[in-house]
T-cell receptor
Framework: DVKVTQSSRYLVKRTGEKVFLECVQDMDHENMFWYRQDPGLGLRLIYFSYDVKMKEKGDIPEGYSVSREKKERFSLILESASTNQTSMYLC??????????????FGPGTRLTVT | GQQVMQIPQYQHVQEGEDFTTYCNSSTTLSNIQWYKQRPGGHPVFLIQLVKSGEVKKQKRLTFQFGEAKKNSSLHITATQTTDVGTYFCAGLSNDYKLSFGAGTTVTVRA
């Protein structure tokens, strides 16, 4: 079974802190994604990566950065946390091709609260 | 950019009744995927539709992809309490970007 793990289920940080969210997948997937999930807005893509050291902006990249130094690990960084970044953060991974195409496997999520 | 709209946002269903959730894209899609997220859980892949007009069934769930590959629907018959959760559609564009709808959250009255 594919396993996507995230470093924390719950996290509380103060405004202005630098926050690191880690994601690891064990299926040798090429693609990795970071989403945030807010009520009524669904899943919004923050950043994604198709390969090591490669990153692409998603729909809402402002205030975030990412790092992918190894294929299995994709980190989301909040440079200076703000209260409007309080949300559920979901990491996902997928193969780059194959059937079904781009099916995404999600981690359990990190509920981040910024006070 | 591509937008995927999903309605209704909420669906309150009497146990045993049927319901449908709809998904519409502003652009033609390569494929459409459906995910289910149980309360407190994470999205889990259900199915993928690729061909124009394709229909697939999983027990009481019927998934349909429109002829123009811009819309999709999920129909659930004889709703059970195990159907509770949020159902997301996700459309894959021709440049391989997956865009999620806002989801339909389903509650069931016993």
């Amino acid at each position: 079974d594919v396993k996507v793990t995230q470093s924390s289920r719950y996290l509380v940080k103060r405004t202005g802190e630098k926050v690191f969210l880690e994601c690891v997948q064990d299926m040798d997937h090429e693609n990795m994604f970071w989403y945030r999930q807010d009520p009524g807005l669904g899943l919004r893509l923050i950043y994604f990566s198709y390969d090591v050291k490669m990153k692409e902006k998603g729909d809402i990249p402002e205030g975030y950065s990412v790092s992918r130094e190894k294929k299995e690990r994709f980190s989301l960084i909040l440079e200076s946390a703000s209260t409007n970044q309080t949300s559920m953060y979901l990491c996902a991974s997928s193969y780059h091709s194959g059937e079904p195409s781009y099916e995404q496997y999600f981690g359990p999520g990190t509920r981040l609260t910024v006070t | 950019g591509q937008q995927v709209m999903q309605i209704p946002q909420y669906q309150h269903v009497q146990e045993g009744e049927d319901f449908t959730t709809y998904c519409n894209s502003s652009t033609t899609l390569s494929n459409i995927q459906w995910y289910k997220q149980r309360p407190g859980g994470h999205p889990v892949f259900l199915i993928q539709l690729v061909k124009s007009g394709e229909v697939k069934k999983q027990k009481r769930l019927t998934f349909q992809f429109g002829e123009a590959k811009k819309n999709s629907s999920l129909h659930i018959t004889a709703t059970q309490t195990t159907d509770v959760g949020t159902y997301f559609c996700a459309g894959l564009s021709n440049d391989y970007k997956l865009s999620f709808g806002a989801g339909t959250t389903v509650t069931v009255r016993a």
